[in-house]
């Protein structure tokens, strides 16, 4: 079974930063397509950023000039750097890996998710 464990999470004031990790079980894993989504109380989880196998970076406007998605392919590690916090910005975060459908949602491997709260 392959597996992605994020972790991270916390509580920190608006304007404040955090860094995500995704891990990957296999290396393949983390080198495919991958992609960071967050979901807020009571709304629907919603794309923050995905990252192609060939390393490149799309934002949503929310984030955009605030977040930063790498790889570190030696660690089958993703990240997210989150600078400039918003209490918008609250909410559980995922990882996923490898796109297996077109669907907004279509990636085969799926983590367990880290929590975020930003205090205004």
């Known amino acids: 079974q392959e597996q992605l464990v994020e972790s991270g999470g916390g509580s920190v004031q608006a304007g404040g930063s955090l860094k995500l990790s995704c891990v990957a079980s296999?290396?393949?894993?983390?080198?495919?397509?991958t992609a960071w989504y967050r979901q807020a109380p009571g709304a629907e989880r919603e794309l923050v950023t995905s990252?192609?196998?060939?390393?490149?970076?799309t934002y949503s406007d929310a984030v955009q000039g605030r977040f930063t998605v790498s790889r570190d392919n030696d660690k089958n590690t993703l990240y997210l750097q989150m600078n400039s916090l918003k209490s918008d910005d609250t909410g559980v975060y995922y990882c996923?890996?490898?796109?297996?459908?077109?669907?907004?949602?279509?990636?085969?491997?799926w983590g367990q998710g880290t929590q975020v709260t930003v205090s205004s």
């Open positions: 996923a890996a490898c796109r297996q459908s077109t669907g907004y949602m279509g990636y085969a491997y």
């Open positions: 990252f192609s196998s060939l390393g490149t970076a």
């Open positions: 296999r290396g393949s894993i983390v080198r495919c397509g």
